[in-house]
Each structure stands twice: as structure tokens, then as C-alpha cells.
């Protein structure tokens, strides 16, 4: 029986790297969390294989789009990977997506956390609005 090695750089865990899974958690959790690393640490590394991809795309797009962050760096690679139900190896594309945060990034984080507050004491008013005619 003959093994194969993939050889990888073997990199410490980052702590603003996001790895994320299709599987695993909703959009929306990776969003917030890619929000709090920006805020903790400046930038957010996110990465993801194969059908992956198009989440944190996803995720990277909306952080640019609501002005909170800038891309740095994108990285498109393949990487070798055991198919354990074929036990051959198979190639998988991988993404990196470096965001960096945006210099208006403070004061949205500040406004987002105000109006969530604002808008629960309107949105009953209006609907009862709608109720009446």
C-alpha cells in the first residue's frame, strides 16, 4: 500500500483568517464574523475550496457594498486533495480574499448598532397603520 503525501505549507492558524464551509454555517454568520475581525484586527483573510468559492465571494461582496471594507488581495490557486470515497487525488480550486477596512468602516459600525433600536419602534406603528384602512 503506497501513501501520498500532498505537500502544503504548513501555516499557522491566523486569527483573522475566516475558513469558510458551505455546510456549516449560514451567509450571514460569516458576514458579522468577517465584520468583528475587521474591527479587531484591520483586515480579514477569507478562504474557501471548491463549491465554497461562491460564499465568500458572496461575503466579500456585500462587506464592499455596505462601505465597510476594501479588497486587498485576491488568490485563486488549486490544491491536491485525497478523494476519500475514490482514494485518489483530485485537484480543488481554493480562494483567498484579503479585505481590509474602510475608512468610513467606525461610523457605519456605529450607525448600524443605533438604528436596529429605531426601527423596532416604528415597524409595529406601521404595520398597524396598514391594518387600519
Known amino acids: 500500500m503506497?501513501?501520498?503525501a500532498v505537500s502544503a505549507p504548513i501555516e499557522p492558524q491566523k486569527?483573522?483568517?475566516?475558513?469558510?464551509?458551505?455546510?456549516?454555517k449560514p451567509l450571514f454568520f460569516y458576514v458579522n464574523l468577517a465584520k468583528r475581525y475587521?474591527?479587531?484586527?484591520?483586515?480579514v483573510e477569507l478562504s474557501a475550496l471548491?463549491?465554497?468559492?461562491t460564499t465568500v465571494v458572496t461575503i466579500a461582496e456585500i462587506l464592499k457594498n455596505n462601505g465597510l471594507a476594501t479588497q486587498k488581495k485576491v488568490c485563486t490557486s488549486t490544491i491536491g486533495m485525497k478523494d476519500e470515497n475514490k482514494g485518489r487525488l483530485i485537484q480543488k480550486a481554493k480562494i483567498e480574499i484579503v479585505l481590509g477596512k474602510s475608512?468610513?468602516?467606525d461610523s457605519l459600525m456605529t450607525a448600524?448598532?443605533?438604528?436596529?433600536?429605531?426601527?423596532?419602534?416604528t415597524a409595529p406603528e406601521a404595520s398597524t397603520e396598514d391594518h387600519k384602512e
Open 50 to 53: 471548491g463549491m465554497a468559492i
Open 2 to 4: 503506497t501513501t501520498v
Open 112 to 121: 448600524a448598532t443605533t438604528t436596529p433600536d429605531a426601527a423596532a419602534t
Open 103 to 105: 475608512e468610513k468602516f
Open 38 to 43: 475587521i474591527q479587531q484586527h484591520n483586515e
Open 15 to 24: 486569527k483573522n483568517r475566516i475558513q469558510v464551509s458551505n455546510t456549516k
